[in-house]
Each structure stands twice: as structure tokens, then as C-alpha cells.
């Protein structure tokens, strides 16, 4: 398995407060991506990153935020946490953009009360 | 834009049954195709992947899949499931351009022992 991790694995949170997730990888891939997976959405894009401080939205980006300051980090965060961001968030990473493959982190389950 | 179809919601089949699952996908240009398995509780894993060469692609655990492009269908075959096969199945597409991967809604497959 790819070295990612996410922290935490399970969060209970209030709506309105604001919560960051964390993906770390020891790869020293370039791109990193947060996915949101929902029951009969399957996986969607929420932001992506395709190196230090360069990053874009994906299909689902509105209320969440995000930050690379380093290649191995890479943050997202609820601004103001609403009951329709409970869901399982998932981190994946690839060496480039191109005709690569991504490789997943173990899931963070949120949900927001 | 890039779309992913997937038209088996859940799938349920009795060991050594022969699986098909369908995969369609909507996209003008060359893409690269993925098959990526979720076992229950876990994250997600690659079965599969297409991105040239010969279409019959074979993957992990006796998966193969078949990308028939005048079709644009991408199926996942197994010849003879096993109970620990039980997991949920998302097809995925990327056009050759781009670096985002949209994923299918996913097929939840269960095997009756």
C-alpha cells in the first residue's frame, strides 16, 4: 500500500464549526486529491493539488477549502461545518497527472450534527 | 465534460457464478480506464487499469476487463466469484488530457455463500 495517512479516522462535529482534515504521504507524489464518497455518488472531487501551493476545485468544492504548503500535507477544511458534509472523505495521491494511477488513503468518516 | 455509468446499483450472485459488471463512460477523446475495488470497511484498491495496447486487460484476483471502445464501455469480468468478493466496484475514466478522474457511482456486489 502507498504511505498515506488521514487524521482523524472518525470525527463528531456541530454545525458551523470548523473542521480540517489531514492527508500525509511519504511518496513524494506531486498530485494529492480529497474525494468525498457518498451512497450512490460514489466518489466525487472536491479540491485537488498538483504541487506546493498550487491547487484547484474539483465537481463538489463549494464550503470546503484547501492547503499544500508542503509536497507531504495536504488540508481540507469545512469553513462552517453543515450536515451535508457528513460523509466518508478520502485522500488519494499520483506521481503526476498524467497516465498515472492514484492510490488512496483509509477514509476519514465525518459527521456533522 | 467526462462521465462515468454505472447501471447495477447491487449485484447479488452465489459463489462460482460468472460476474459482468457494467461500465460506460462518456468522453470524446483517448481515455485512460480504471476498475477500483472497496472491500467493506476498507479504502480503495486497483483492480484494474487500461491505457493502451491490448484491450483485454487483466487485473488482481482473477479480474480482467474488456474497454470496447465503439461502445465506450469498459466491463469487469470474473469467471467464477468468491464470497471475498463481496465489496463495492466503481468504475473510473480520465481523458488523457486532464489530471482529475471521475468516478462511477459504484456496484455494491454481494455472494451468497
Known sequence: DAGI????RHKVTETGTPVTLRCHQTENHRYMYWYRQ???????LIHYSYGVKDTDKGEVSDGYS??????????????SATSSQTSVYFCAISE?????????????????L | AQSVSQHNHHVILSEAAS???GCNYSYGGTVNLFWYVQYPGQHLQLLLKYFSGDPLVKGIKGFEAEFIKSKFSFNLRKPSVQWSDTAEYFCAVRGSSASKIIFGSGTRLSIRP
Open chain 1, 5 to 8: 495517512t488521514q487524521s482523524p
Open chain 1, 38 to 44: 457518498d451512497p450512490g455518488h460514489g466518489l466525487r
Open chain 1, 66 to 79: 484547501v492547503s499544500r504548503s508542503k509536497t507531504e500535507d495536504f488540508l481540507l477544511t469545512l469553513e
Open chain 1, 96 to 112: 503526476s497527472g498524467g497516465e498515472e494511477t492514484q492510490y488512496f488513503g483509509p477514509g476519514t468518516r465525518l459527521l456533522v
Open chain 2, 19 to 21: 460476474l459482468e459488471l
